[in-house]
Structure formats: C-alpha cells, structure tokens
T-cell receptor, first 111, second 112 residues
Framework: GENVEQHPSTLSVQEGDSAVIKCTYS??????FPWYKQELGKRPQLIIDIRSNVGEKKDQRIAVTLNKTAKHFSLHITETQPEDSAVYFCAASIGDYKLSFGAGTTVTVRA | EPEVTQTPSHQVTQMGQEVILRCVPISNHLYFYWYRQILGQKVEFLVSFYNNEISEKSEIFDDQFSVERPDGSNFTLKIRSTKLEDSAMYFC??????????FGPGTRLLVL
C-alpha cells in the first residue's frame, strides 16, 4: 500500500519567516495530495490540495508543489503568523478516496 | 458551509464492552470513511464505504469492527468487544467523487 513519509517532525520558525514541510510517497498511482492542519483536540482541516496534473498551487500565504517524477510534494507557508501554529499532515490517495497520511509536522511560530 | 457531525464527542467504556460511534456525513457526499488517531500519532485509515457496502478496509479493521448506514443520514462504526488499544480519536469523513475528504470533529474513545 501507499507509504507517505513526512519531514521534519517539528519545525520552529520566527513569526514572519517561511515554513516548508516535505513529503514523499511510494505509490506512483497516487494522484491526489491534500494537506490538513490540525489544532490540538480538533479535526483535521483541509488547507490546500493538489492533483497530479498540476505542479504548483497557491492560496494566499500557502502553496504546494508536486514533483511526480521524484514522488515528493511540499507545503510552503510564507509570512508565518502565530495562528499558523498547529500540526500539519500531508496525505496521498488514488482519486479522492482513502487517504494515507504522513506522520505530521508540529509547527511552532515564535512571536 | 455543511459539516460532518459526530456523536458522542467523548466515550469512556470498559474493556470488552461494545461501543457505537455515530456520524452524519454531508448530505450529498457518496463516500464515507472512518479513520482513527492514537494520541500523538498520525491519522490511520480504517474503512471506506460506498453504495451501501465496504469498498476497502485496513488491517486494523478486523472482525471486531463493523460499519453500517442504517438510514439515509447516519453512518456508524461499531466495536464489538473493545480493547485497551482501541483508545483513540475516531474521525468520520465524507467526500463527493471529486472533492476533498472533510472530517468530522471526532469521538475520543477511552477504554479502561
């Protein structure tokens, strides 16, 4: 089955700096890659997603890039703010079906 | 904006007891899922459900687990005889065919 690796496991950034989280996947058939933000005790919230026919997608301060050849995708958060502090999970799936999640990255934005 | 809902928010049970976790997916969604998240770990897929039957299940989803869509709105996960290691947050999710999975708020299950 699909195996998603995520790095780093923790990330501390100064407010205003950028944060980058990287994920790799194993199944070349995977074609849908969402990113979820999870605050403590809350549900995972979709923040951005990308499909394999696109190399990059941006939504305000958040962007995701996908390299199908290398089977990796990354989340970029620019101009980080304290409210960006959370656990971020990458995921991969074939179609929009069952998701295989990475282990998560705990992001702390220092004021 | 429509949301997936789940009840109860918390459930404490004794080992060996049966629990039923309930979910109301978004009304026009066709695919339903249960995931679980053990404290501090990643979200793990349990089972997917489409067209009134299980479409895929993970190794975690053994004979102690079952799912049901008893009516047009509810989607339930039953654990027949709970074990200590079943303690986790259980998330229901749903999706249309071409949209992202949206998660419910979760049920925190504690097995004593």
């Amino acid at each position: 089955g699909e195996n998603v690796e995520q790095h780093p496991s923790t990330l501390s950034v100064q407010e205003g700096d950028s944060a980058v989280i990287k994920c790799t996947y194993s199944d070349s058939a995977s074609n849908y890659f969402p990113w979820y933000k999870q605050e403590l005790g809350k549900r995972p919230q979709l923040i951005i997603d990308i499909r394999s026919n696109v190399g990059e997608k941006k939504d305000q301060r958040i962007a995701v890039t996908l390299n199908k050849t290398a089977k990796h995708f990354s989340l970029h958060i620019t101009e980080t703010q304290p409210e960006d502090s959370a656990v971020y999970f990458c995921a991969a799936s074939i179609g929009d079906y069952k998701l295989s999640f990475g282990a998560g990255t705990t992001v702390t934005v220092r004021a | 904006e429509p949301e997936v809902t789940q009840t109860p928010s918390h459930q404490v049970t004794q080992m060996g007891q049966e629990v039923i976790l309930r979910c109301v997916p978004i009304s026009n969604h066709l695919y339903f899922y249960w995931y679980r998240q053990i404290l501090g770990q990643k979200v793990e897929f349990l089972v997917s459900f489409y067209n009134n039957e299980i479409s895929e299940k993970s190794e975690i989803f053994d004979d102690q687990f079952s799912v049901e869509r008893p009516d047009g709105s509810n989607f339930t996960l039953k654990i027949r005889s709970t074990k200590l290691e079943d303690s986790a947050m259980y998330f229901c999710a749903s999706t249309e065919e071409t949209s992202a999975s949206l998660f419910g708020p979760g049920t925190r299950l504690l097995v004593l």
